[in-house]
Each structure stands twice: as C-alpha cells, then as structure tokens.
C-alpha cells in the first residue's frame, strides 16, 4: 500500500520560509501522473494549494502565485513545496497528494504549518 509522508512543517514568523517534502513509500511501480499539496486551515475547507503533473505543468492558487514554488523528483516520487514570505493566513495543516489517472488516490496524515508574530 502506497504511503506518503509529509515532513518540514513547524511555527514560523511572517515573512520566513518553510521546505514542505512529501516521500511516497511502496510506490516503486506506481507512476504518479499529478502530485499536490493541499491545507486546510481551523474552520475551512480543504484546498489546493499547488500540482505538478508528470511532465511539469505547474498550477498554484492566487495566494500562492510567487512566493510557493512546487517541485518534484520522479524517480524518487517525491515533491516538496517551498514556500516563502509566509503570512499568518498560510497557517494551516498541508497535505501532500497523488494520483495516477485524473484524481488522487493517495493522501499524507498532514503536517501543521503556523505562521506567527
């Protein structure tokens, strides 16, 4: 059973940065057509923050246009998410996703981001 786990998450000031890594484990044989990281903040709905498709089309929500930047290692399955100049209105827990025909079929536990003065 494929498995993913965020990691890099943790209580930052406004205007730093934070790394978010996603490693999908047993998934040697699994080709992962669009990977994502979602959040969802106290109180809101879930929402895309960024995806990456296998041949690197990138998509970002308006909030997140120029200061996250989505990558992605396809031999390891992994994606990571920087994300600069952080705001107390990126607090929230991200998860990563992955799919391999239109959704997502795999989701991570999660890991908090907090952003604070």
């Known amino acids: 059973q494929v498995q993913l786990a965020e990691s890099g998450g943790g209580l930052v000031q406004p205007g730093e940065s934070l790394r978010l890594s996603c490693v999908a484990s047993k998934s040697n044989r699994i080709a992962f057509t669009v990977m994502a990281w979602y959040r969802q903040a106290p109180g809101k709905q879930r929402e895309l923050v960024a995806r990456?498709?296998?041949?690197?089309?990138?998509d970002y929500t308006y909030s997140a246009r120029g200061r996250f930047t989505i990558s992605r290692n396809h031999a390891m399955n992994t994606v990571y998410l920087q994300m600069d100049n952080l705001t107390p209105e990126d607090t929230a827990v991200y998860y990563c996703?992955?799919?391999?025909?239109?959704?997502?079929?795999?989701w991570g536990q999660g890991t908090q981001v907090t952003v604070s003065p």
């Open positions: 990456i498709t296998v041949g690197g089309n990138t």
């Open positions: 996703a992955a799919g391999t025909s239109g959704g997502y079929n795999f």
